[in-house]
């Protein structure tokens, strides 16, 4: 299995516009999960999903943000209007169950100017 | 709410010398513990987990980490660090349940530098 992939793997957008990340998770794993790391905050979790349906959103910082998995092999956060204080770096996990460990991808480094 | 304490920003050790990186944490029931390391400009890499069973944990790269439960500790260990060992760990945790979905929380990280 080629991982969790992520693309873009670089994002520069303009402040305002809509900026649509992307996730591949490992084939087979129930869980995916979105987090943000920031130099200031370290790694923050976003939302989290279990069989395709969103469980726990709290770390979601704006209604700007939202995600998506629409089905088992795929998923999306999308941040629309974009400002310059979304830029950092946003991962995506999977994991194939409970008592298992999280396998990153490479990331998707985001700026906004 | 779970939380994790790595309290060192930094860890400096000659290569050959023993290694360690401390965690605690915090949890009201009983814990899973993760390591991971992070290179620069690269996702997160698993390093070893507790779960259940024997508190001293071995993982890759020669690393190991022992469960503390009553210092409610998981320090990460190498009796010989490598330069490229150099990297940012980050220790985790997450509260067993049988029930419901537990958050992973992750620490600060600290960064590990291993001089030649």
Redesign the interface.
């Known amino acids: 299995d080629a991982g969790?992939i992520q693309s873009p793997r670089h994002e520069v957008t303009e402040m305002g516009q809509e900026v649509t990340l992307r996730c591949k998770p490992i084939s087979g794993h129930d869980y995916l999960?979105w987090y943000r790391q920031t130099m200031m905050r370290?790694?923050e979790?976003l939302i989290?999903f279990?069989n395709n349906v969103p469980?726990?959103d709290s770390g979601m910082p704006e209604d700007r943000f939202s995600a998506k998995m629409p089905n088992a092999s795929f998923s999306t956060l999308k941040i629309q209007p974009s400002e310059p204080r979304d830029s950092a770096v946003y991962?995506c996990?999977s994991r194939p169950g409970t008592?298992t460990?999280?396998?990153?991808?490479?990331?998707t480094r985001l700026t906004v100017v | 709410a779970q939380s994790v304490a790595q309290p060192e920003d930094q860890v400096n050790v000659a290569e050959g010398n023993p290694l360690t990186v401390k965690c605690t944490y915090s949890v009201s029931g009983n814990p899973?513990l993760?390591w991971?390391v992070q290179y620069p400009n690269?996702?997160?890499?698993?390093l070893l987990?507790y779960?259940t069973g024997d508190n001293l944990v071995k993982g890759s790269y020669g690393f190991e980490a022992e469960f503390n439960k009553s210092q409610t500790s998981f320090h990460l260990k190498k009796p010989s660090a490598l330069v490229s060992d150099s990297a940012l760990y980050?220790c985790a945790v997450r509260e067993r349940a049988d029930t419901g979905?537990q958050?992973?929380?992750?620490?600060?990280?600290t960064r590990l530098l291993v001089s030649p």
């Open positions: 969790v999960f370290g790694l979790l989290y279990n469980i726990d991962f996990a008592n460990e999280a396998f990153f991808g490479q990331g | 899973y993760f991971y690269r996702g997160l890499q698993f987990k779960i980050f979905f958050k992973l929380v992750f620490g600060t990280g």
